[in-house]
């Protein structure tokens, strides 16, 4: 099988769809599959990508000619089996190239709604499989008229030499909230949670991961509540798998529906517990009451009941979760899911 990936945003900073891209370029490449990657010129990919074949050409947009164009002759040049297209604004002209040039177009659905009512009407019934990172995004694709025969939910991979388990230490609980700093994150209830639960005698510890525009309203909630001691907002790093190490459990709290945080799939593959907000598709990373528990967005009370319970039974939750990431979101279970899926189309 020899596959055309494209992920040509030009954008020389990493989100979730470049990350995305190189694990799956990287990884099909180990199945023994030719991948050919289009990206933009010094482009985040552009700039991290290696031992894989690069074609550079750009999509700054949904209706970049010049660049459809260029995709078409090399699609009539390297006759790949099938197209992925990565990026939603990409879809249009990897639609319109993938037809031309005679072969299979494949959309990896990342968001949860396509806002262009143009792509939803003209683009969307012609490709001729979705792979969803979510229920809750095929839930959403058929919402938007989609036929659910085309649809396949493939979850997003992460770094198992990075995000690994260790058993946690027995001692002070601590809890994690890794992401944006804003409000539709959560991250202040969050910290009202930690605030009672502290002077309801409860011993623990907690870490606050991330940078955003509140990030002044989190440290000054932190300084005047008295929780210096207990709270550490440490910003952006690198290095976030070291928090969801020692983590016990992770909370998102998110107030904002998402399709599937990455967060959700890093800390269960680090072994933590989860307590999650009801928006999105981030309850998927939960069982309720076998590796965490969910609540409703917004409900400080009720997400402090459900951490309550979190912390008397983090060691089995723990556990659990990740048995559940071995089950559900590890490689070998997402790469199964992946090719099972492009199974349908060539063959």
Known sequence: MKILWLNGNPNPKFGGTEIHTLQMVRELTKEGIQVLLVCAKNSYVDRHASSVKKYHISFPNSLALLSTIKLISLINREKPDLLIANNGKEYPNALLAGKLGGIK????????????RFVRKLVFPHVDLFLAVSEHVKENLVKEGVAESKIRVVYNLVDEERFSYIKKQEHIVELLFVGKLDEGKGVMDFLKAVKELTKAGFNLKAWVVGDGKIKKTVDSYIAHNGLSEKVKAVGYTPQVEDYYKRAHICVIPSRE???????AIEALACGCALVVSDVGGTKEAVEEGYNGFVFRAGDTKELIDKLKRAIREWEKLSENSRALYERKFSKSAVMKSFLSALDTLTH
């Not at 177009?105 to 262009?116: A, G, W």
């Not at 529906?257 to 967060?263: D, G, H, K, L």
Request: aromatic share 16%.
């Open 257 to 263: 529906t998402e399709a599937f945080p990455r967060v």
């Open 105 to 116: 177009v494949v959309f990896f659905r990342h968001m949860e709604r396509m806002k262009q």
